[in-house]
């Protein structure tokens, strides 16, 4: 009874967050705060659903298993979001007019007018 | 039998409808990639709801290589779109 429960719950706030995430992937006003959506909300989602799973069917296996999915989806989803929005960047997708502060334009902006780091001898 | 995994796979659906529609509008190929990682999250999310539907866990498997191979297409691609690819 407390476990169909719980797992209702797990499931409801699962499923919710994953559409809250379709949805702003599709309503938000630009790129970088549609990168926001999947990368916060559809990990938290997908977060609550392997929870409700492993409550559903608690045996060893699909714990260690859900567990293990877990890992990877919070390893993954930043570093995949944070390499995105690097790419934008440097690709010149144009933030939006009400930035205030842009904290990675000097560094950019010095990689790019680095000299090249070491010069091949074999081009000589 | 519980009807809550059918209901979620509906609302999922839609979700995944919506990032349909960012794939096929969105301005920059960035916005479609960040749309496609958030459609892979879904279909894993719709995996999960079967998995509970059909009251089994034989599909964790797969959702574990769907993740990894949904991370592996994200950063190649967006290395691809940054032209950093080293050849």
Do not use: Q
Not at chain 1, 24 to 52: C, D, I, Q, W
Not at chain 1, 61 to 88: E, W
Not at chain 2, 54 to 59: D, H, N, Q, R
């Amino acid at each position: 009874m407390w476990t169909e429960l719980l797992v209702d719950l797990a499931l409801g706030i699962g499923v919710f967050f994953m559409f809250i995430a379709s949805l702003g992937v599709l309503r938000l006003p630009n790129f970088y705060a549609r990168l926001h959506a999947p990368t916060k909300a559809a990990t938290l989602g997908l977060l609550s659903l392997l929870t409700a799973l492993a409550i559903d069917v608690p045996e060893t296996t699909t714990i260690t298993k859900a567990v293990l999915a877990m890992l990877f989806i919070g390893a993954t989803a930043p570093l995949g979001a944070h390499l995105l929005g690097r790419a934008a960047y440097r690709s010149f997708v144009r933030l939006p007019a009400a930035t205030l502060i842009d904290e990675y334009e000097p560094v950019a902006v010095k990689r790019e007018r680095a000299p090249p780091a070491a010069i091949d001898p074999r081009d000589e | 039998m519980n009807p809550a995994p059918l209901l979620g796979l509906a609302v999922v659906g839609v979700g995944m409808v919506l990032c349909g529609v960012r794939i096929v509008r969105g301005p920059t190929a960035f916005d479609r990639l960040a749309a496609f990682d958030c459609l892979v999250l879904d279909a894993i999310g719709g995996v999960l709801l079967m998995s509970m539907r059909l009251e089994t866990a034989e599909y964790l498997d797969a959702v574990l290589i769907v993740t990894l191979l949904g991370f592996l297409g994200t950063v190649s691609l967006a290395t691809y779109l940054e032209g950093t690819l080293v050849d």
